[in-house]
């Protein structure tokens, strides 16, 4: 493949990936064209498997956004093969290491997840490539948060954030030092980090701008807020987000004794959680002869959805 | 009951003033200062112990600054500082990865 051909896969690629968050069904095209116009070569020369790794990645990568998880394991895993045969493009393979360990998160295998950063930091080390260290650390954070460390979270990302030169890398730390403030119950400076991010987290797309309204209203406890998220994510059809919420808002309803109200989201959350294998038992049934008045009842329901809410968080989020 | 508290007929207990707290989100802390400012007594609160300064073992003045300064490097000048009105109302919970 000619150079000028190179440069051509290699901006399209760039492009369909910018748009990756607004728009995955077009990175997936976009990458797939790359592919094509790649394997249509039919060269032989290690480069252009090199290309062709690179471009299966994009591939995978697409398809792990879009839930097509047996599909971009696939991709991701010829794309290493093809990747590990050369050694000129180490770059190539980092990122490649990068979307693996995206996929392994997802799955929630966070010890997998680490091994591809750990593979993808070595070699951008060894590049100098400051801004891809600094990627790495972001996805770790977000491991960290699946795995209930939310302080370790907020380290790792405290000691990227200055290497970090992309706004869409910056939105990403800037969320995850947020929900690890809120984890950690630092709430107070969550909302002032949130306050300060306004303007970067304005510039996300549709569905990063609901993920924030859904943050904002963890961090400030405002069920005006989480209900407004709840329906937005309901419009859409993602009922696994639309769940968890709902079971983070009965838990604020248990707390303040509100008990029917409560159980008016179980309700709607229960089935959603019962189909997905998390609860097995009807919680809103749970809340049925609470006695309001004694306070260690209503601990005892709040901890309750509180563990379900923990197990349904860890639990694979399902295609979308 | 809780009228008896506000008109002084009588006084709560540690245990009902620690529920009542409780429901306010505040500390007896809080409550003590609040005390102070209403009766005039001009005494110095406690110096904020440095631990109350720190979040997640880092000074939390340093933390906001070094958030503040990469949005103003990338051009994203950031907003004041979270108004009381937008400061946390509900006790913390945990949150899931949205």
Redesign the interface.
Known sequence: MYLDEEEVVLNLLRVAFSDRYRNAKALLAGSSLALEMVIARSSTEPVAFELEGYCRAHVGNARRILGQLREARQELNTAQSLLERGNSRPSFLAELYRFQASLEETVRDFDAAEEALKKAEQLYAVLGDTEGIAACCVKRA?VF??SDRP?EA??TI?GA??S??S?DL?RSA?ET?I?A????????????????????FAGGGDLFQ??VL??EG?????PCLLAEARNQYSERGMIY?AA?ISL?EA??AV?EGERWEARALLDVAGPVLAALGIVKDSLAAMLLNLDVTRREELERAEAIL?GV??E??LHRVPNV | MLSSYVTGRETPTLKTLEKLLDGLKLRLEDLAGALDEVQGHGRQRPARSISEDLVLGFPRQEVEKVFAEQLARLGLEPKRKAEESTAPQAKPRKAGKA
Not at chain 1, 187 to 196: D, H, K
Not at chain 1, 218 to 222: D, F, Y
């Open positions: 977000i948060i699946y302080q907020f380290v405290l954030v200055q970090i030169e706004e910056l800037y030092a929900r403030l809120v984890d950690a119950g630092e709430t107070y400076l969550a909302m002032s980090v949130f306050e300060m991010s306004r303007s970067l609901l993920k859904w943050l963890q961090a400030t406890g405002r987000e968890l983070e838990a604020i707390r509180l809410l923990k349904a968080r």
